[in-house]
Each structure stands twice: as C-alpha cells, then as structure tokens.
C-alpha cells in the first residue's frame, strides 16, 4: 500500500499550502482581459504556488510559507514573454499590416515573423524582392543583444528537392546577409532550408504553392540559468 498516498491529505500544512495556491490561481483566472505577459505571469504563479506548498510541507516548512514564495518566483518564470519580446511583436503587427505577413507568438514564446512569397521571393530565386526591405528593416531595429534570430527557408514542391533544398537555405541566408547589413551581429542569426518537407497549404493549387514559398523569421530571448 502506499502510504504517502495516504498521508499526503491528513497533512494540515499541506492543505493550507494548496488553498494558498488555490486562492492564487483563482485570483490570477479572475482577470479576463489579461495580455500575453500577464497570462503567462499567472500560469507561473499559480504552479510555483502549488510546487511551493508541496516541497515546503514535504520537507518539514510551512506549506503556506512555501506557496506564497514558490508563486513569487513561479510568476517571475512564467512571465518568460517579456515586454521587450511584446514591445517587438506590437511593431512587427503595426509594420507588416496589410502585407499578408503573419506576426505571432510561438508555443515556446518566440516571435514568429511568417513572410509569404508575393513580398518575399521570386519563383526560384533566393534573391529578397524590395517588399520585403521595410518588413526586415523594421525588426532589425531596436533588437536586444541577448535576442536570437532564426531564419528558415522554405519553397513548393515544384522541382526536386536536388533543387530545392539549396534554393531554401539560400532564401534563409539572404535574409540573414540583409539582417547583417542592418547591423545585426551574424553570430545571433541561424539559418535553416527545409525545402518543401514542411508545407503549410496544399502544393497541387496555385494559391497552396505560393503560401508554401515562404521563409519564417524567429526572434527568441536567452532564457534565465537556473
């Protein structure tokens, strides 16, 4: 039988400590209009609240104690998209509006920057078209110096991949040279090609072609040692 099942709900400290956590989590949910930012903030809080209570009661504290703190630096780990990153995201929407260009936030919170064909490339030319200066341009400035850049280049499925696996890692490294002259230190940039292996529209129509000839730009901040 396994007694720390057992145990866990008579300990005392342990149920203030997870209504401590509770009451967090519930106070932080209450907020309806909460920003990117905030909602992370609250994510962070509550499950370091929750952690808190846990460890500290297990190991003999307060469970309380351990909760208000683990929500303390729960909130400051989940906060992980900072106002820089969203600062940057507000700029790349106001720039690109209008262009077709996709400005989001990633899973992993990263910026992602999603640059469709008709402003980006020709059809088998890695060479950038001049719609796409001002959009690059735009997230060149202002970069922190801890920020990473990724570039990934993709085509159709016109051609074999002899052709275009190169061609997409040119479009990549054509971006990254103009980032370079745009005074963005080549050692914070990585480019990727991955050919036409990661479509996003279907390959047998016109309009599926030109959305899958496309390069995606990534903007990340250096996470925090532990």
């Known amino acids: 039988m396994n007694t720390m099942s057992q145990d866990l709900p008579r300990s005392p400290r342990l149920m203030r400590g997870t209504g401590v956590a509770l009451a967090v989590a519930l106070a932080f949910s209450g907020c309806a209009e909460m920003g990117a930012r905030e909602k992370g903030t609250a994510t962070g809080a509550a499950i370091g609240a929750i952690g808190g209570a846990v460890i500290s009661s297990a190991t003999g504290g307060k469970a309380g104690t ?15 998209w900072s106002k820089r990153m969203e600062d940057k995201r507000k700029q790349m929407e106001a720039a690109t509006q209008g262009t077709g260009v996709e400005v989001s936030r990633t899973a992993d919170n990263r910026l992602q920057v999603n640059v469709p064909s008709d402003i980006s490339f020709d059809v088998g030319r890695s060479a950038l078209r001049p719609a796409l200066h001002p959009v690059l341009d735009k997230f060149a400035s202002g970069l922190d110096s801890s920020m990473k850049v990724m570039v990934i ?7 074999s991949d002899a052709i275009n696996d190169p061609l997409s890692v040119d479009r990549a490294a054509s971006v990254r040279d103009y980032l370079v002259m745009r005074g963005v230190s080549p050692t914070r940039i990585s480019i990727e090609g991955k050919g036409s292996h990661q479509p996003i529209a279907d390959n047998a129509t016109v309009d599926g072609r030109a959305r899958n000839r496309r390069v995606e730009i990534f903007l990340s901040e250096a996470q925090p040692q532990g």
């Not at 351990?66 to 992980?80: M, P």
């Not at 280049?153 to 051609?159: E, P, Q």
């Open 153 to 159: 280049g993709h085509t159709d499925s016109t051609g």
């Open 66 to 80: 351990g909760a208000l703190i683990g929500g303390a630096v729960g909130a400051v780990a989940g906060n992980i």
